[in-house]
């Protein structure tokens, strides 16, 4: 073969050896701190619902699907003093916390080791929530609805 193709294809070779270390350490950075992606503008993106929400259907794997009605907060996590409490091993034993603040509905992580996930974006700070939003905890998946 002549050197000049087994130098391109040295070079592809190497170019496809740091395109796909690129994506592995990409993969390694999400699953680790979650996607960012910025929430839709008003009047685009997934339609929420109108009204404020009055109850939660929790899915937990391999088990029926639980209603909870909201109050004035409500804690998810393992331990016995949550108003939910989940048999996901993925999830802390005091995970999050939904509470209402001015007629608005929030969720809000208890510094948990998974994180909590609202509609697929990880939840850094108190985060707004409306009818027909997903918050799920560990591997536990939690509706709200009106």
Not at 101 to 123: C, H, I, P
Request: overall charge positive; proline content about 8%; glycine content about 8%.
């Amino acid at each position: 073969m002549p050197p000049v193709v087994l130098t391109s294809l040295k070079w592809l070779f190497l170019a496809l050896l740091y395109l796909f270390i690129a994506r592995a350490v990409r993969v390694i950075h999400l699953d680790l701190v979650g996607t960012r992606a910025p929430r839709p503008a008003a009047g685009s993106g997934k339609r929420r619902h109108r009204g404020t929400p009055r109850t939660i259907l929790v899915r937990e794997p391999d088990q029926p699907a639980k209603p909870f009605p909201l109050r004035a907060e409500v804690v998810i996590g393992r331990e016995d003093s949550c108003q939910v409490v989940l048999q996901d091993t993925y999830c802390s034993q005091m995970h999050a916390r939904l509470f209402a603040r001015e007629g608005a509905w929030f969720v809000e992580d208890l510094g948990s080791t998974n994180g909590t996930y609202l509609n697929r974006m990880k939840v850094t700070g108190p985060s707004p929530i409306a009818d027909g939003d997903e918050v799920r905890v560990g591997k536990t998946l939690i509706e709200v609805r009106r």
